[in-house]
């Protein structure tokens, strides 16, 4: 049986493993991203994950990476979350190290990949996916099909505005979605509602003790319930997929937002709303599920 390893670059965490043709976790291994200290160090530590992992078994490796992914010649054409990305052939840059073909891909789109194998979109064909992280990814598939647009950018939900002339984004852009429903809006939130920075775990998990917290998670509700009926409205798609890290906090907001979603969107109806069932674990199988797919086509 083929094997493979895939990764998956995350906002603090890169996350890695062998998988069988079946998606099946043989081996896995996690290391901080380094992403503040720019391209060498994240590169470096792609390498030490691929490294603690057996890579020999491997056919080839597949990586996840945030930005606008050129996935046929493995370059990050821009990345605004990790110092140095925009630019980068990262698969030349991998392959330097190992005697093996590497497949790069947008993270949102490997999770996608992953949920609609394997996944909560197996009995789907027109599913619209978010991954809600540090920041907030979003990937398209529709009729066999990911939407990938004319300069690599189709699919960034994250940038899509949300409140016009807004939040200041990485992007560049103002009042983007990813301003609002991420993990880095939550804390971004809470520092503007206290002037005390804490990350988006800590504030979860304190929402019963401290009203910046419930006032910070109440307002993320509102503001995701607004942005799936926009995603509804615009793909129409059978099923929307959450996935990401706040995912693992659900039961702090999933009803509210369900709730919430259900008063403002005018057919909510039609679309199902779903939780990614691997959550961390999809990016790493859906890098795998490219390089299983690619490997017999490079």
Known sequence: MRKVIG???????????LLDENGNILSSAKVDTGAEEGREVVIGNIVKLIKKLPYEKARAIGIGTPGFIDSD????????NIKGWSGLNLKKEIEKYFDLPVFIENDANIALICEQWIGSGKAYDDIVMITLGTGLGGAVYSQGKLLRGSNFQGAELGHMILYP????????????????????????????LTGI???????????????????????????LS???TSLRNIFDPQVIIIGGGLIN????????????FKKVCHNFETVDILAAKYLNDAGMIGAGKIALERVNND
């Open 197 to 223: 920075k804490k990350t988006s775990e800590n504030i979860l998990s304190s929402i019963d003790k401290d009203k910046a917290s419930k006032k910070v998670l109440d307002q993320f509700v509102i503001n």
């Open 249 to 260: 906090a659900k039961d702090l907001w999933w009803e509210g937002m369900l709730e919430n």
């Open 165 to 192: 002339n807004g939040n200041q984004c990485t992007c560049g852009q103002k009042g983007c979605a990813e301003c609002y429903c991420s993990g880095s809006a939550i804390g971004n939130e809470y520092e503007k």
């Open 73 to 80: 010649k493995g370059i990050v054409t821009f990345a605004g």
């Open 7 to 17: 990764i998956d670059l995350g906002g603090t965490k890169i996350s890695g493993a």
């Open 226 to 228: 607004y942005y799936l």
